[in-house]
C-alpha cells in the first residue's frame, strides 16, 4: 500500500520536474530540476525492486554526468539571447506535435501490457547477481563498453587539444 | 539469248560506271567512246530482241534478272518484258539516244565536266530501259524515279548558276507530286489484285469477272502520277524552267524520251483503261486543254528553247488526247514522230545557239538561212513535220490524233476535235514563227557576231540529217497497224465514218494556213505582228506571262506552306512545345529543388521538429494498417 | 490504472517531454540536458520490463545505457565549449552555418 503511494509520488515528482525543465530560464535551474528527475527515478527504480539499477542510476547520471553539466554551465556566460528569448519558433508546432505523440504511443502501449508480477525475487537483481551475470555471461558487452570509455577519453583529449591550439 | 533484255539494261549502267569513276582520268576520247558505243551497243541488241520476237510468233520475251524480296508467300522480282509495244520504245530510245549522244561530242566539247556529262547521260539511259522494260510497276517505278534523278541532275548540270540549279530542283519537286499519285495507284493495284505485273494486271481487267479494284480510280491515280512526268497542266511548270540544262539534254530527255513515260505507262496499262472512261475522259479533257493552252503561249515566246519547251507539253497533251480516247496505238504513233522531229529541232536549236555563240533569244536572230544551210535545211524540214505538212512523219500521226479525236465511240466528240484541231493549227503558227524569225528576214544582229557565225562540225550536223531524214520518212512505218494486236484502235461511230476523207484535207489545210499566217505576221520585219500585240496589250501580257501559274503556285500553295513550316512548326511545334516541354521539366526540377533547399537551413530545432513528426506519422501509419 | 500502466506513461511522458523540450528550447546546455532526459525515459520503460521478466539482460542493458550516456556527455560538453568560445553565445540560432 504505502509503496504503491510512494511509487506514484516518486513518479509523479519526476514528471513535474521533468514540466519544469521545459520551463525554467536560467540553465542552472533547468539543471537541478533535471538532477530532481532523476533522483526521483533512482527512488521509482528501488521501488521496483532493482537496487543495482537505482544506485548505478544515482551514481552515474547523477554523480558524473549532471555533475559535469553543473560545472560547464558555471563556465559559461548563460545570460545571452537565449537567456533573454527561452523558446524557439517552432513552440506551438512543435507542442501539437508532442501530444500527438502522447496519443499514439499511448494507443501503442497501453493494449496488451503483461499483468505485473510482484513474485520477483529481492536477490534476483542484488550486486552479487547483477556482477556474475555481467562478467560470465555478458563479457563481450563488458568488454566494448571499455573500449568506448576508452575511446570517449581519447576523444575529449582530442577536443581539449583542439582547444588549445585555437586559443595558444 | 536469254539474258539479252539484262544486257540491254545493263550496258548504259556500265557506261555511267566507266565514266563517273575513271572518265576524268581517261580523257575526252576514251569517255566518247565508251559513252556512245555502249549505247549503240544497246541498239544493236536491241534490234537482235525484235528479230527473236518476230521469230517467236511475237511472243512476248520475259527474263527475270534478279529476286529482290520475299515476304511471307508474295515474292517481287526484277524481270523485264519484251513486247511489240516494249520493242518501239527500246529502240526509240536506244536509237534515238545513241544519236543524241553522238551530237552531244560536238556539243560539249570544251565543257569541263565533259565526263560526268556522259556518266550521268548513260545513267539516264539505263533508268528510261528499266522504265519501258520493266514487268512489274515496281521496276517501272524505280525506273520512273531514276530518270526524274538523272533529269535533276542534267537540267543543273552547270550548277554553279544558281538559277540553274533551281530549275532542276523544281522539276523534280514538281515529280514528286505527281509520283505521289502513282504509289497510291500502285497501292489500289496491289491491294486489288495482288499484282503489280502490268500484263497480269490488263488481264485481270480485260477477261474475268470485274476485279474488286475501281478502275477509273486507278486510272486517275497513275494519270496523275503521268501528269507530273508528261507535264501536263498542272504540272507542267518544269519543263519550261528544265531548259536551263545542255541543249542535247533537252532533246532527249524532255522531248524524245523522259516525258514521254506517262504516254508509255497509260498505253501500257490500256486493259485498265479501257474499262475506266471516266478516266479516258479527264485524261482526254486534261491532254486537249494542255495542248491548246501550251500553244497559245509558244506563240509569244522569245527564246528558242522555250519555243519547243511549250511546243513538247502541246504535243504531248495531243497524244494524252489520243489516249483518252482509247486510240493507244496512234498516241504512241505520235511519241515515234515527236521523237524524231523534236529532238531534230532541239538539236538544230542547239546548233543555232552554238553558231551564235550562246545567243538563245530569237528577237535578235535573223536571215541566218544562207550562213548555217544545213542547221536551216533540217529545221526547216522538222518544222514542217511538225505542222503537219503530207508526206512526212508529223502530217501522219497528227491526222490519226484528229480523226480518233472526232470519231472516236469511247469519248471522241467534235468539242474535242475542234480544241486539238486550234491546236494544230496554232502548232503550225508558231513554229513557222519560229523559223522565220530565227532564219529568215534581215539580221538583227551586230555586224560583228554576224561575222563569227559557222556551221557546227559534222558530229552535229551528221546527226541532224538523220534526224531530218527520220522526220521526212518515219511516218511510212504504220506503227498503230503494227501495234494493233496489243493494243486494238477504238471503235469508230458509224454517222461518222464518213468524215475521214473531208477531216484529211482539213489537217492538210491547217498546216498551211499556219505556214502562211507567219510568213504573213512576220515578213516585212514583223511589223503585222507587231499591230496586232499593240491591239490586244492585255492578252499579249497573260500570254508573255504563261498565265501566271507559276505565280498562283507560289501565292496560294508556297507562301502558306512557308508560314505554317515557320510559324506553326518552327516556332510554335519546335521551340514552344518540344523545347517549352524539355525546358519545362527542367525548370520544374530545378523549381521543386529550389523549395526542398529550404528545409536544409542549418536550424536544429526545425531538424528536431521534423524527427517527431516523422515518429508520429509513422507510428500512426503502422497502426492504422495493422 | 496498475504499476505497469503508469510506468509506461511514465516512461513516455519523459521521452515527449525531452523531444518537446529539444524542439523549443534555444539554449544548447538546455538542449543537451533534454536529450538525457529522453534517455531516462527509455531506462525507465527498460527496467520495468525487465524487472516484470525477472531477467538479468534486462539490468546489463541498463547498464550499457548509463555508459554509453555518459561517454556521450563526455564528448558533447567539450563540442557545445569550442562551438560558445567560437560563436561568443549558448544560443543555437547562432550555430547555422550548416544550411543549404
Known sequence: MIETLLLYLFAGTALLAAVAMLVLRHPMRVALALVVTMLALAGVYALLGVHVIAVFQVLIYVGAVMVFMVYVIMLLDVRDRSYVGKFSRLLVPASVGSVLLLAVLARALWQDLPAPSTAVGETAFGVQQFSIAFLNEYWLHFELVSVLLVVAIVAALAVIKAGWRDHG | MNRLLTVIVLLPLAGFLVNGLLGNRLGKRFVSFVGCGLPLLAFAAAIVCVLDLRTGGFAPLVETAYTWAVVGDRSFDISFYFDRLTAVMVLIVTGVGSLIHIYSIGYMKDDASYARYFAYLNLFLFFMLLLVLGRSLLVLFVGWEGVGLASYLLIGFWFDDPDKARAGKKAFLTNRIGDAGFLLGMFVLYQGLGTLEMERINAAFMSGPAP??????????????????????????????????????????????????????????????????????????????????????????????????????????????????????????????????????????????????????????????????????????????????????????????????????????????????????????????????????????????????????????????????????????????????????????????????????????????????????????????????????????????????????????????????????????????????????????????????????????????????????????????? | MDKIQMLVALSAGLFALGLLGIIVRRNVLVMLMCMELMLNGVNVMLVTFAQQAGSTAGAVLVFLVFVVAAAEIAIAIPIVLLLARRKHTLDIDAYVDLKG
Not at chain 2, 396 to 414: H, N, Q, R, V, Y
Not at chain 2, 481 to 502: C, I, M, N, S, W
Not at chain 2, 531 to 538: D, H, Y
Open chain 2, 212 to 626: 474488286a479494284v475501281s478502275a477509273s480510280l486507278v486510272g486517275i491515280l497513275l494519270f496523275i502520277g503521268a501528269c507530273g512526268k508528261s507535264a501536263q497542266i498542272p504540272l507542267h511548270v518544269w519543263l519550261p524552267d528544265a531548259m536551263a540544262g545542255p541543249t542535247p539534254v533537252s532533246a532527249l530527255i524532255h522531248a524524245a524520251t523522259m516525258v514521254t513515260a506517262g504516254v508509255y505507262l497509260v498505253a501500257r496499262l490500256s486493259g485498265v483503261y479501257t474499262h475506266a472512261p471516266e478516266a479516258s475522259a479527264a485524261i482526254a479533257a486534261v491532254g486537249v486543254l494542255t495542248a491548246f493552252f501550251a500553244a497559245t503561249i509558244a506563240l509569244v515566246q522569245t527564246d528558242i528553247k522555250k519555243v519547243l519547251a511549250y511546243s513538247t507539253i502541246s504535243q504531248l497533251g495531243l497524244m494524252f488526247v489520243a489516249l483518252g480516247v482509247g486510240a493507244y496505238g496512234v498516241a504512241i504513233f505520235h511519241l515515234y514522230t515527236h521523237a524524231f522531229f523534236k529532238a531534230c529541232l532541239f538539236l538544230g536549236a542547239g546548233s543555232v545557239i552554238h553558231a551564235l555563240g550562246g545567243e538563245q533569244d530569237i528577237t535578235k536572230m535573223g536571215g541566218l538561212a544562207r550562213k548555217i544551210p544545213i542547221t536551216f535545211a533540217t529545221f526547216a524540214v522538222a518544222t514542217a513535220a511538225i505542222a503537219g505538212i503530207p508526206p512526212l512523219a508529223g502530217f501522219f500521226s497528227k491526222d490519226e490524233i484528229l480523226w480518233f479525236a472526232f470519231a472516236s465511240s469511247f469519248g471522241g466528240s467534235p468539242l474535242l476535235y475542234a480544241a486539238a484541231a486550234g491546236t494544230a493549227l496554232l502548232t503550225a503558227l508558231y513554229m513557222f514563227r519560229l523559223l522565220w524569225l530565227t532564219f529568215f528576214g534581215a539580221s538583227r544582229l551586230s555586224d560583228a557576231a554576224m561575222h563569227h557565225v559557222h556551221e557546227s562540225p559534222p558530229s552535229m550536223t551528221g546527226i541532224l540529217i538523220v534526224l531530218a531524214a527520220l522526220s521526212t520518212v518515219g511516218g511510212f512505218v504504220a506503227l498503230p497497224h503494227f501495234l494493233e494486236p496489243l493494243l486494238p484502235l477504238p471503235e469508230v461511230r458509224p454517222e461518222r465514218v464518213a468524215f475521214e476523207t473531208p477531216l484529211l484535207f482539213v489537217s492538210i489545210a491547217l498546216a498551211f494556213v499556219g505556214l502562211a499566217g507567219a510568213a504573213f505576221l512576220y515578213s516585212r520585219k514583223g511589223e503585222r505582228a507587231e499591230r496586232l500585240c499593240r491591239q490586244f496589250p492585255a492578252l499579249h501580257r497573260v500570254l508573255t506571262g504563261k498565265y501566271f501559274v507559276d505565280e498562283a503556285y507560289e501565292r496560294f500553295i508556297d507562301r502558306p506552306l512557308f508560314w505554317i513550316s515557320e510559324r506553326v512548326f518552327l516556332q510554335f511545334g519546335d521551340r514552344k512545345v518540344f523545347d517549352g516541354t524539355l525546358h519545362g521539366i527542367a525548370a520544374l526540377g530545378r523549381r521543386t529543388a529550389a523549395v526542398l533547399t529550404r528545409v536544409q537551413n542549418g536550424d536544429l530545432h526545425l531538424y528536431a521538429f521534423l524527427v517527431l513528426a516523422g515518429i508520429v506519422a509513422s507510428l500512426a501509419w503502422s497502426w492504422r494498417h495493422g
